[in-house]
Every structure is written in C-alpha cells, then in structure tokens.
C-alpha cells in the first residue's frame, strides 16, 4: 500500500477523527489542543489500524521528538568508536563554548546551525585538531536542554515569559516549556541517557 496515498483517504481521515476524538483533540504528551497530527505507534496494521492500540494524537513539536527520537535510536545501534570519539568531541566543545551562549549573558546564539558551524571549525582549528563535519544536533540539543532548565527555574520563580525571552530564549520555546516541567523533563531525559551512553560506551 502506498502510505502517502492512503493518508490522503477517506478511510485514514475517518480512523484520524476516531484518534482525536479518543483524546479529546489534545496531545497525549503535552496536552497542547492545536497543531495536532495523528502519529503512527506501530506500522504493522497500516490501512486497518486499531484506533486505540496503533494511534496517538501528538502536537506536531511532541511529534517531531518522537520521531527524532526514533532516528536516534536507529543510530545508537550501530555505535561504533568513531562515532563515540565524535560525540564526545562535540560533547567537549559544547561544555567549553558554553560561557557564550547567550541564556549565559553571552554573544553567541547556539542553535542556530550556522553559528554553530562556525564556532565548531574554529575550535577545532583553535585546539589544533583536524577538520570533522559536526553532528549539529547534538549542540542544539545540548543547549537546548540548558535552555528549558532556564525556563523552568525562571517561570518557578514567577518570572514572566518576556523575561525569559530577554535572555535570547525563542518564542516557541518559551511558549513550549513555561510552566509545563513534566514536557520538559521528558525532553531533557532522552538526550541524557543518550549521553550517559556515550559516555559508557567511552568506558568500555
């Protein structure tokens, strides 16, 4: 069966209705009631899917963690050493770059990609290692995860989301994490763990 096709059928449209019904046309994650997307748990049932078992109503930033979750797990399967050498140089930079970012009163804005990009070649070239295509996402996860802890320790604090973005905090960010600690812990453990395992993975 042709997945794009089918779901632009009538039958995924109904089974899709049936799903948002179920949770009440919000996230099942984060609770969001807008920019809902039905997601996938299982592709084993495509075209007769169990409403119940086989879907789950998602916002499309729960959706896009899921689903970048999911090519993260593909990777770690083939860890190799190459691999664990290169996220923990990226891992390295990350700690060291860290005074400049801007939640820290800093100059740089670490996730945009370029900006990274160009503070990663000059470190390299700064600590006299040879050039390697850096794995971005692991810097903008890496302050992604330093941000919401901000957001949560600020809004704890009765701070008010202007404040938050004053300290070179996105919209979209704020509006993700202000008061909702539940999204961000879950956000944040799935790339310790990932980290934890690299780590281990160096240990071995």
């Given amino acids: 069966m042709d997945y794009e096709r089918y779901l632009q059928s009538p039958e995924w449209q109904k089974k899709r209705t049936e799903r948002l019904k179920i949770d009440n046309f919000k996230c099942a ?4 009631p807008m920019d809902l997307q039905v997601h996938h748990l299982n592709y084993d049932n495509i075209g007769h899917e169990n409403v119940y078992t ?3 109503t998602l916002c499309k930033y729960c959706h896009s963690d899921v689903e970048n979750e999911k090519k993260a797990y593909k990777e770690r399967q083939g860890y190799s050493a190459e691999w664990t ?3 923990s140089l990226e891992l390295t930079f990350c700690r060291f770059i860290q005074r400049k970012d801007l939640s820290s009163g800093g100059d740089l804005n670490l996730t945009n990609k370029d900006v990274v990009r160009k503070a990663w070649k000059e470190w390299l070239f700064i600590n006299g290692l040879h ?3 850096v794995r971005v996402s692991t810097i903008i996860d890496y302050f992604r ?5 901000l957001i949560l320790a600020m809004s704890a ?3 008010s989301p202007d404040e938050i973005m004053a300290r070179g905090i996105s919209y979209n960010m704020v ?3 202000y008061n909702n600690p539940k999204l961000a812990n879950t956000v944040m453990a799935r790339f310790e763990k990932e980290m934890e395992e690299v780590n281990n993975a160096e240990t071995q």
């Fill in 29 to 32: 994650v984060c609770g969001r």
């Fill in 54 to 56: 086989d879907l789950i």
């Fill in 85 to 87: 050498r290169q996220r």
């Fill in 131 to 133: 050039f390697r295509e």
């Fill in 145 to 149: 995860n330093k941000r919401i802890r």
């Fill in 157 to 159: 604090a009765g701070a």
């Fill in 175 to 177: 509006h993700k994490y």
